[in-house]
């Protein structure tokens, strides 16, 4: 069962090993090792994010509030979303992965702005510790969405501390979008042609559009409301004259298409998992391709569907339900040509592949359910629910989260040049899969028969569902540790990797695992189409 592959001997001097000491990656410019600061930070917040949503549960396992006071848990769920969102689900596909991979896809050396790089990571770094100081300082509890007049007015948190905090994250958002669109463009390999580029660029550029254009809205918003809280200058207040609806059309009008930036680098990672291990080019590559940069440009005509109920006029609320409707086609057309893909591929069940299929299935009931609330109708019935949150969750956590692992095993080998352990990796998969249709499957029935979201406290006929959420969130929580785990044991223990253990296309790997500093010793050339999986020769997996 040895490959080519394996037998091949890791290159003697890498990326990870030129240079020690804390100082040589605090400093440096390499995009691979701001890829691994990324993943780390970003696994931080993801556990912080994650103990929020522990002590959400526990309160919820039972109807009466009887855990936390109703500020208390105000400050949880706001706390959860801040982390999860901002400083999580947003860097988590571009910041590890793209980082990591964006040159080496296009046979570059590095990003174009290499110090623009490391300054983003700062950045991300100190919002996310100002934000983290506002809970240390008494905490924030408006809602990740900063609702006025609640958040400029009535609420005494540390609304300003957050937003700060949220602000200088932005930025890193920014500039992390305009490296990706400018490398794209200027430092493609001779050969790498638009549509030679493998669909995980295709996708990051179009959400890097939205960080670009869309990000600055919320900053200004942002800005808007801490002046407005510290001197009541009357833009979102009514009693100043202002307009608290105004605050939800300039924040959904970046926080609709951020949610793009969320899934679409997400839908990139699905297109080269399910090429790979299905041994076939993705079915309709223009397609997919273009379908990204349909879902970024129509994903900003759709904001106000977040405002059906906030006194928008009902002419207003059916255009935006129509335009809705309109950013589910590209979507669509993704998965149909990922099935397409599949049919008749010599399909191979490894763990990255898995966590393609958990995309897949978990994405369509999201964006599916997605189409629910775009119905007018519907929305009215259901807004404010737990439906609401298990639609947005299966998007987020099922779609993003999943890929993001996904991703995260498949290229694993090429940053470390290790192996993780197959059978762990698949037991991880299979317990989040699981664990996470536990956990917020029963919040579609429970919000649908009404239970509103926000609250610390519930009727008790809704508990049943509470307490499979919250046996479900467990199940979940085990299943994201065991990948800790086992990533940390294969840098030591794993198998040698080889430089391309998956027998991929791709320009990643063909350098060696882990890549040297830069990237190739000679600029490749291009000369094949995408996912040409006919050229290569059949290879056996590693173990
Ligand atoms: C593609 C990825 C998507 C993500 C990541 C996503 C995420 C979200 C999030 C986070 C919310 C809740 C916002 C809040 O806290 O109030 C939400 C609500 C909503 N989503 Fe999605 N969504 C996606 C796709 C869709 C699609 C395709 C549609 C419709 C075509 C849609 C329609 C809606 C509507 C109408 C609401 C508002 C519901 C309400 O508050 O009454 N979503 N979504
Ligand atoms: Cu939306």
């Avoid at 549509?195 to 600055?216: D, E």
Wanted: net charge neutral; aromatic share 16%; glycine share 8%.
């Amino acid at each position: 069962m040895s490959t080519v592959a394996q037998t091949a001997a890791p290159p003697r001097e890498h990326y990870l090993n030129i240079e020690y000491g804390i100082k040589s990656w605090l400093l440096t410019t390499d995009h691979k090792r701001i890829g691994l600061l990324y993943l780390m930070a970003i696994t931080f917040f993801f556990f912080i994010g994650g103990a929020f949503a522990t002590v959400i549960r526990l309160e919820l396992i039972t109807p009466a509030g009887d855990l936390l006071t109703s500020d208390t848990y105000n400050k949880m769920f706001t706390m959860h979303g801040i982390m999860m969102v901002f400083f999580f689900l947003i860097p988590s596909v571009p910041a590890v992965l793209g980082n990591f991979l964006v040159p080496l896809m296009i046979g570059a050396k590095d990003l174009a702005f290499p110090k623009i790089n490391l300054l983003s990571w700062y950045l991300l770094m100190a919002g996310g510790m100002i934000t983290l100081y506002s809970v240390i300082a008494g905490g924030v509890d408006t809602g990740w969405t900063f609702y006025t007049p609640f958040s400029t007015t009535f609420s005494n948190t540390h609304v300003i501390g957050a937003a700060v905090g949220i602000l200088v994250a932005g930025f890193s958002s920014i500039f992390t979008g305009l490296n990706f669109i400018v490398t794209i463009h200027r430092m493609r390999a001779p050969g790498m042609t638009w549509f030679r580029l493998p669909l995980f660029l295709w996708s990051n550029y179009a959400a890097s559009i939205i960080m670009v254009l869309g990000t600055p809205v919320v900053a200004i918003t942002i800005v808007l409301v801490a002046l407005e809280r510290a001197f009541h200058i009357g833009i979102f207040n009514p009693a100043l004259g202002g307009d608290p609806v105004l605050f939800q059309h300039m924040f959904w009008f970046y926080s609709h298409p951020a949610v793009y930036i969320m899934v679409l680098p997400a839908m990139g990672v699905t297109s080269e998992l399910i090429s790979t291990f299905s041994r076939k080019t993705v079915f309709g590559y223009k397609f997919v391709a273009f379908a990204s940069v349909a879902i970024a440009v129509f994903g900003f005509l759709v904001w106000a569907h977040h405002m059906f109920v906030a006194g928008i006029s009902v002419y207003a609320a059916m255009i935006f339900s129509i335009l809705s409707y309109l950013v589910a086609i590209p979507s669509a057309v993704k998965v149909f040509n990922w099935t397409a893909t599949l049919y008749k591929g010599s399909i191979s069940y490894r763990t990255p592949m898995l966590y393609a299929f958990g995309f897949i299935g978990l994405f369509t009931i999201g964006g599916l359910t997605g189409l629910f609330l775009a119905c007018l109708g519907v929305d009215v019935h259901v807004t404010d629910t737990y439906f609401i949150v298990a639609h947005f969750h299966y998007i987020m956590v099922g779609g993003t989260v999943m890929a993001y692992l996904g991703g995260l095993h498949y290229w694993w080998p090429k940053m470390t040049g290790r192996m993780y352990p197959e059978g762990w990796a698949k037991l991880s998969a299979l317990i989040i899969f699981l664990g996470f249709n536990l956990t917020f499957f029963p919040q579609f029935v429970v919000g649908y028969l009404g239970m509103p979201r926000r609250y610390h406290a519930y009727p008790p006929e809704f508990q049943v569902l509470n307490v499979m959420s919250s046996a479900g969130a467990s199940i979940l929580a085990v299943g994201y540790v065991l990948p800790m785990i086992y990533f940390v044991w294969s840098l030591r223990y794993g198998e040698r990797a080889g430089s391309n253990p998956w027998g991929a296309t791709g320009l990643e790997w063909q350098t060696t695992s882990p890549p040297p500093t830069h990237n190739f010793h000679e600029t490749p050339v291009v000369e094949q189409e995408p996912y040409d999986y006919e050229a290569l020769p059949e290879v056996e997996f590693v173990a």
